[in-house]
């Protein structure tokens, strides 16, 4: 499908679900909200948003340094703050990436392995999300674990975290299947595939890099929910922390699918549902999610003063005569 019909159809849908729910509320339930919420407490919440933006840097530098690319934090925090700004604005959430990518390609070796960490420094997040949420429904109360999808969406999880964990525990099992399928006889395919494969070796040598950064992840996601539950207290929504550390994570997982721009319109509607089986009005739902979000995306634009300072250095920096 032609890429701009595709962004069309997500500008689209989200713009569609947004109004119809906009549209089906009392909007100055809505907005009293935010007029009369603990403002105070946003500054909490930016605060945590900072730190999931620093303990994040940490990871993906713990995934660089066991490939020996040794990289300046600094570097990489900046790097991260520009990817967190283009993940934003841009009509996928994995734009940023890119520049992730671009940035640690020279110290990882090469862009094939970049990729891989950035891929890796994404499932390893999703595992920890997983493992949240998974919690969260063994251990709520009987209105936590009805909420909807759960089940499902756990269950289908639980059965692809298993195939991955086996993929990367057992070295011979995606060099057989590659052989049997002849990549060889693609020499830029067999390539990227032998860059990948030293890089996820590397990972098999050094699993206690990959533990380290599971166990920040963990600590991230629950940062994650943290401000999203913070949000909830500074409008003054009386959702239960038990079931925000279901809810958070499934949203997250759901919004995930690319049918939408960034999310925006699905991520209001999976709210309104969940608010409502816990009891919660969609008022707060829609308040509650669209602060959330527009908060983050608020605060992801201090990536693009670094993005401008770092192409106003570049360009300012002689060059090479030779």
């Not at 934003?88 to 990436?97: A, E, K």
């Not at 499932?123 to 109360?141: D, E, H, K, N, P």
């Not at 925000?244 to 939408?260: E, N, R």
Request: charged letters at 15%; one cysteine or more.
């Amino acid at each position: 499908m032609n890429r701009s019909l595709l962004l069309l159809i997500k500008l689209v849908l989200s713009v569609g679900l947004l109004v119809y729910l906009l549209r089906s509320v009392d909007l100055s339930d809505v907005l009293s909200h935010v007029i009369e919420g603990d403002h105070w407490l946003f500054g909490v919440a930016i605060v945590i948003y900072a730190t999931v933006v620093v303990l994040s840097t940490v990871r993906w530098k713990v995934l660089l340094d066991a490939l020996g690319a040794t990289t300046p934090f600094s570097r990489l925090c900046q790097s991260y703050m520009v990817a967190t700004f283009f993940n934003n604005f841009l009509p996928s959430n994995v734009g940023g990436d890119v520049v992730r990518v671009r940035d640690a390609a020279r110290a990882a070796g090469s862009h094939t392995a970049s990729l891989t960490v950035a891929v890796l420094d994404r499932v390893i997040g999703f595992i920890a999300l997983y493992f949240i949420a998974s919690t969260a429904f063994l251990f709520g109360g009987p209105v936590v674990r009805e909420l909807a999808g759960a089940r499902v969406i756990l269950l289908g999880l639980t059965a692809v975290f298993i195939i991955l964990g086996a993929i990367f525990l057992r070295s011979g099992m995606v060099s057989a299947l590659i052989e049997r399928v002849g990549l060889r006889r693609l020499p830029w395919a067999f390539e990227k595939f032998e860059s990948v494969q030293s890089a996820v070796n590397s990972y098999r040598a050094r699993k206690m890099a990959v533990v380290e950064a599971f166990a920040l992840s963990l600590l991230l996601q629950f940062l994650g929910v943290s401000y999203f539950f913070m949000v909830a207290r500074a409008l003054k929504i009386p959702l239960e922390f038990g079931a925000c550390l279901l809810m958070v994570p499934l949203c997250t997982l759901i919004q995930a699918i690319p049918i939408s721009f960034n999310g925006w319109g699905l991520r209001e509607g999976v709210y309104v549902v969940y608010f409502n089986q816990v009891g919660l009005p969609r008022e707060s739902a829609l308040a509650f999610s669209i602060v959330a979000a527009g908060l983050v995306v608020l605060l992801s634009i201090s990536g693009l003063f670094v993005w401008l300072a770092r192409k106003s250095h570049a360009s300012e920096t002689p060059q090479d005569p030779a």
